[in-house]
């Protein structure tokens, strides 16, 4: 294969990862659906072999499995998955906590605070979905602060898992208000450099799971 095919299939499977990924994020491919090499390369317009790289990607990244006759199945957030993936959160962002304090800057508290602004609007016109994006880039964005980069990607990628087991949940006008009002305290503890607060303080907003009042 030359270097301009091998590029070509990048792109494609690129593209078709992208989009399979949309759909299992959006709930359109629910928990235990198969996928199909043959069908979402007629679906994409490609061939089997771009739709390949995407699915192996997608496993890779553990948001495919494999089921009981090797096909390839969308991941079941669980409760007990969920469980595990709150306790991941919280050992990666509350670990990023002292560093931020010690390295943020202004324009990090310029970013989180843009970023809580855009929450209170998302919230006021009921915007659930923008919402939740808003507060993945908000926890990012927290985390970012204290410039671990590896930090940053580890939680990325758990990003999926979170917005994963977030489908079919209720986001309430007056829960998003509620966070909103629990980042505010979030910057306002990382802007006086309040370590052991910020950390326990972020450790509690994680860990808590019931509607915010």
Same mark, same amino acid.
Request: with cysteine.
């Given at each position: ?134 507060? +993945? ?44 009002? +629990? ?31």
């Amino acid at each position: 294969m030359t270097t301009e095919a091998r590029a070509s299939t990048a792109t494609k499977a690129e593209r078709v990862r992208r989009a399979v990924l949309d759909d299992i994020m959006s709930g359109a491919l629910a928990a235990g659906s198969p996928l199909d090499e043959v069908v979402l390369a007629e679906q994409h317009s490609v061939s089997r072999t771009p739709v390949r790289e995407a699915l192996r990607r997608l496993q890779s990244d553990g948001l495919l499995e494999t089921g009981p006759r090797r096909q390839l199945l969308v991941v079941d957030v669980s409760p007990e998955h969920r469980r595990e993936i709150t306790t991941l959160r919280v050992a990666l962002e509350a670990a990023a906590t002292q560093q931020a304090c010690a390295t943020r800057d202004d324009d990090d508290l310029d970013r989180l605070e843009l970023l809580v602004l855009k929450q209170r609007r998302a919230a006021d016109a009921a915007e659930a979905e923008t919402f939740l994006r808003l507060d +993945e880039e908000f926890h990012l964005a927290l985390a970012g602060a204290a410039r671990m980069p590896t930090l940053s990607r580890m939680l990325a990628q758990l990003g999926a898992f979170v917005r994963l087991g977030r489908l079919g949940e209720a986001t309430t006008t007056t829960h998003m208000r509620g966070l909103v009002r +629990e980042h505010e305290h979030l910057v306002s503890l990382l802007r006086s450099r309040s370590a052991d607060t910020l950390r326990s303080t972020l450790t509690t907003h994680i860990e808590r799971t019931d509607p915010r009042a």
